[in-house]
C-alpha cells in the first residue's frame, strides 16, 4: 500500500511514488469536436488510477492518447504536453511502437488474434525480435501466469484462442499485454463485455499486477472504481473535474459535479 | 377511435395476399430463366463437342484436318498467360489496396483513386486491347508474344482484383490491428501478421475469379493480333502463341468454310468451361478451408 501525504489540492495528488505520466495542458480534437479540454494530470507510478465519467466524456480519448493510440483516427489534433518517463511523447520524432512496447494495453472487448493460445503470446515478443524457442516458452508461462490464466489454459497452449470464454479471453489479452514485459498497463473499461464472475477475476487479477506495473484504467462502474483504485479523476465534457484519491473521491468530493455522478444522479 | 378499420383490413387481405403469391411466382422465374439458358448452352455445347474430345484432340498440334486437329498449343498459351497474369495481378493489385486501405490518407485524392479504380473495371475489354497493342506489342516491341498478352490481360483484371482486395482487407476486424499497434507492432508488421492472413480467403478468391475472366477474354487477344493458327507450341514467355478463346472465335468464323470446325469449337468450349470450373471450385475451396470467425 502507498503512502498518500495529505495534500487536498485536487490536481495533484503528491504521493512517494514517481511520476510516470504527467500531462500539461493536454487538449485534443476529433476534426472541429473539441473531446479533451486543458488535462492537468500527474499519475503515478505502481498505483491503481481509475478514469470514471458518462458515456462521451473523453475518458476513453483520454487513455488512447496516453499510447497514442487516439492517432489511427485521422481527424485528431493535439496541444499540450504528455510527458511519460521524462520524455515527451507527443512529439512527432517519439517513435510510437517505442512507447507501445513500454505501456500496454487491454481493450475494452476481449481481442485475441485468430491464433493459438501460445502464438497470442508470442506475438509481441517477436514482433520485438526474440526467437529462441526456449525464451518465447519461459516468456508464455510466465505471462499466462501473471494473469492467473495459465492452470486453465496450459494444457491446450496450441489450441485457438477463440475457444476460450470471454473473460479467459481478457485474461488471454492481459497476458499478451504482460508478454512485452510493459511499465505501464492501459486498461479501456476491460471488464464492461464480462459477467459478474469473470469481471472479479479480472478485479483480482489487477490488485496483483499493480505490485509491479503502474495501471491505468477506464471504467463505467464506480464500485469497481472504489474496490480497485488508488486514485481516481472524474471526467466530465472533457475535462477533469477532481482528481485526488479514490477514498477522498468517494467520501468527500470536493466538487458537487463529483458528487452528484458518484450518488447516481446523472451518467 | 380506432385507426384500423378490421373490416377494410378485411376487404383488401384477398388482393394483399394474391400480389404476394404473384411476385413469389415472378421471382421464380427471373431465377428459372437464367438457369434455362444456362442449361440450354451447355446442352447444345456438350451435344456438339463431346464426340470430339479425346486424347489427340487434347494433346495434339493444329491441323486443317479436323479429324487430326489438337489445341494442346492453345492450352499451352493459356496456361502460360495465367503465369503471368497471376503473379502481376496479385502484387500489383495487393499492393494498391494494401495502400488504398491502411496507408492512403482518407481525403478526396484516395476516393478519387478507388472510384477510377471501380470506373476501370468496367472499360470495355477491347480498350485494354488498344492499350496493350501500344505499349507492349508496339512501344516496347514485344511483339505478340505471351508476356505481351499476360501483361494486358493483367491491365484487365487488375481492377477486379484490387477491388476485392480491399473489401478483403476492409473486413479484417479493427480491434486485431488495435491490438498489434498496442503492442509496439509497426504497420508492416501489423499487415504481414494480422491483417493479410485474415484477409487472404478473400483476396484468393477475388483473385482466382479475375483469372477466370481474363482465361475466357478473346477481345483484347484479337486485337493484339494473336494468331489463331499456330504449328509451334509455346516454349516461354517470349513466344508467340495462341490461346483457348481464340481458337473458339476462329473455328466459329471458319464454321462455313469446314462444318466440323463447329464442333471442334464446341469441343473447345467445353475445355475452357472445364478449366473455368476447376478455377471457381478452387476459389469456393479456398475460401471455405481458411474463413476464419473474430
Redesign the interface.
Same mark, same amino acid.
Given at each position: 500500500m502507498t503512502t498518500l501525504t495529505e495534500d487536498k489540492h485536487a490536481y495533484s495528488g503528491s504521493t512517494n511514488n514517481r511520476v510516470v505520466y504527467d500531462t500539461k495542458d493536454l487538449n485534443l480534437w476529433y476534426g472541429q469536436t473539441h473531446a479533451l479540454k486543458d488535462i492537468n494530470l500527474s499519475i503515478y507510478e505502481k498505483e491503481v488510477t481509475a478514469i470514471i465519467g458518462p458515456s462521451g466524456c473523453g475518458k476513453s480519448t483520454f487513455i488512447k492518447t496516453l499510447n497514442r493510440m487516439v492517432e489511427l483516427v485521422p481527424t485528431v489534433s493535439t496541444s499540450g504536453t504528455i510527458t511519460y518517463n521524462d520524455k515527451s511523447i507527443l512529439d512527432k520524432t517519439f517513435k510510437v511502437e517505442d512507447l507501445r512496447t513500454q505501456v500496454g494495453m487491454v481493450f475494452q472487448k476481449p481481442n485475441p488474434f485468430p491464433k493459438s493460445i501460445y502464438d497470442n503470446i508470442t506475438y509481441g515478443p517477436k514482433i520485438h525480435g526474440i526467437r529462441s524457442k526456449k525464451v518465447l516458452d519461459e516468456i508464455v508461462e510466465r505471462s499466462l501466469r501473471g494473469a492467473s490464466i495459465w492452470d486453465e489454459v496450459k494444457d491446450r497452449l496450441k489450441e485457438n484462442a477463440y475457444g476460450l470464454s470471454g473473460g479467459q479471453q481478457q485474461r488471454l489479452c492481459i497476458a499478451r499485454c504482460l508478454a512485452i514485459e510493459p511499465e505501464v498497463i492501459l486498461m479501456d473499461e476491460p471488464t464492461s463485455a464480462l459477467d459478474p464472475k469473470s469481471t472479479l477475476r479480472i478485479e483480482e487479477l489487477v490488485q496483483e499486477l499493480k505490485k509491479e506495473y503502474s495501471i491505468i484504467i477506464v471504467t463505467h462502474n464506480m464500485q469497481q472504481a472504489a474496490r480497485i483504485s488508488d486514485k481516481t479523476a472524474f471526467f466530465l465534457n472533457g475535462e477533469v473535474v477532481e482528481y485526488d484519491k479514490t477514498d477522498t473521491i468517494f467520501t468527500t468530493p470536493s466538487d458537487n459535479r463529483t458528487e452528484d455522478y458518484i450518488s447516481g444522479r446523472f451518467g | 377511435m380506432k385507426y384500423v378499420d378490421q373490416t377494410l383490413v378485411h376487404k383488401r387481405m384477398n388482393s394483399r395476399v394474391l400480389k404476394n403469391n404473384i411476385l413469389k411466382q415472378v421471382f421464380l422465374i427471373a431465377t428459372l430463366f437464367g438457369l434455362a439458358v444456362l442449361a440450354i448452352l451447355i446442352f447444345r455445347v456438350v451435344t456438339q463437342g463431346i464426340a470430339w474430345i479425346d486424347w489427340n484432340f487434347l494433346t495434339g498440334k493444329l491441323s486443317t484436318f479436323p479429324e487430326k486437329a489438337g489445341i494442346m498449343g492453345a492450352i499451352l498459351g493459356t496456361s502460360y498467360l495465367m503465369l503471368i497474369v497471376i503473379p502481376v495481378t496479385l502484387i500489383i493489385g495487393v499492393g494498391t489496396a494494401i495502400y488504398m486501405e491502411l496507408y492512403a490518407?482518407?481525403g478526396k485524392l484516395q476516393s478519387f483513386i478507388a472510384t477510377n479504380i471501380s470506373n476501370l473495371a468496367g472499360v470495355p475489354s477491347i480498350v485494354y486491347g488498344l492499350l496493350g497493342l501500344t505499349i507492349f506489342v508496339r512501344v516496347m516491341d514485344f511483339g505478340n508474344v505471351v508476356l505481351a498478352g499476360g501483361l494486358t490481360l493483367s491491365l484487365l483484371v487488375l481492377p477486379i482484383v484490387i477491388v476485392a482486395a480491399q473489401e478483403a482487407i476492409r473486413a479484417v476486424?479493427g480491434?486485431?490491428s488495435?491490438?498489434? @499497434? !498496442?503492442? !509496439?507492432?509497426?504497420k508492416w508488421?501489423t499487415v504481414k501478421?494480422?491483417i493479410l492472413p485474415?484477409a487472404l480467403p478473400g483476396i484468393i478468391t477475388g483473385a482466382i475469379l479475375a483469372v477466370s475472366r481474363a482465361i475466357g477474354e478473346t477481345a483484347p487477344l484479337t486485337v493484339l493480333g494473336i494468331p489463331a493458327f499456330l504449328l509451334p507450341f509455346p516454349e516461354g514467355i517470349f513466344d508467340t502463341f495462341t490461346a483457348l478463346p481464340m481458337q473458339i472465335y476462329y473455328w466459329t468464323l471458319d464454321a462455313s468454310l469446314v462444318d466440323e470446325y463447329a464442333y471442334l469449337a464446341a469441343a473447345t468450349i467445353i475445355v475452357l468451361l472445364v478449366l473455368l470450373f476447376i478455377l471457381n471450385a478452387i476459389a469456393v475451396i479456398i475460401r471455405n478451408k481458411f474463413q476464419?470467425? @473474430?
Open positions: - | 490518407k482518407k476486424p480491434h486485431l488495435e491490438a498489434s @499497434y !498496442g503492442m !509496439g507492432a509497426t508488421q501478421k494480422i485474415a476464419q470467425r @473474430y
